[in-house]
């Protein structure tokens, strides 16, 4: 069982910056990959970013790339998600989840795990 716990989440102006955590614990975490998903309101789920167990490739979806930042403290478990530049259309609750290997920014269907999200808003 993996535990994800989000935190960083909140309101800011277009333009500014917010750093998000995913705590993660729980027995056999090395087995997964952690990855970075978003819902907006009345839109599908979709991965953002991604960070592999092994290697430490990233990975980020296009409308992402250049602003956000996914890195990892392995000695803490945590991994950080890093935006800059946020657009209002980068409000959305976001979510860490636990992603089965070989399976970074794949579609949902390939979570194990997913923690209780942190609230994004971009506005002015």
């Known amino acids: 069982q993996v535990q994800l716990v989000e935190s960083g989440g909140g309101l800011v102006q277009p333009g500014g910056s917010l750093r998000l955590s995913c705590a993660a614990s729980?027995?056999?975490?090395?087995?997964?990959?952690i990855g970075w998903f978003r819902q907006a309101p009345g839109k599908e789920r979709e991965g953002v970013s991604c960070i592999t167990t092994s290697a430490g490739s990233t990975y980020y979806r296009d409308s992402v790339k250049g602003r956000f930042t996914i890195s990892r403290d392995r000695a803490k478990n945590t991994v950080f998600l890093q935006m800059n530049s946020l657009k209002p259309e980068d409000t959305a609750l976001y979510y860490c989840a636990a992603v089965r290997l070989g399976r970074c920014l794949s579609t949902t269907d390939y979570v194990a795990y997913w923690g209780q999200g942190t609230q994004v808003t971009v506005s002015s």
């Open positions: 729980g027995f056999g975490l090395n087995n997964y990959d």
